[in-house]
């Protein structure tokens, strides 16, 4: 009776870690597609006007420079002034 809960213990843990793995893939996958739509020059990064003309895209209105300076100096961890994937 151990060894059967045991295993099913294991299959458990090796299902969950599954589905983990494949959760990670599809975050991976939506990031990826997301930062193609702001990247509308294709060259690897998102520049302070990318960024402000699909923010205002997808929440069809006009948003201010500054507001959108703030929002690329906080996502910006490289601090280049563009945002990258990784």
Do not use: H, P
Not at 54 to 78: H, N, Y
């Amino acid at each position: 009776e151990v060894e059967r809960l045991r295993s099913m213990a294991a299959k458990y843990r090796a299902e969950a870690s599954a589905l983990e793995a494949e959760k990670a893939q599809q975050m991976a996958e939506a990031t990826e597609r997301a930062f193609s739509k702001f990247d509308t020059n294709q060259d690897g990064e998102i520049s302070l006007e990318e960024l402000q003309v699909g923010l205002e895209k997808i929440l069809k209105t006009e948003l201010k420079e500054e507001r959108v300076a703030q929002l690329m100096k906080e996502f910006d961890v490289s601090g280049d002034g563009a945002l990258q994937l990784e």
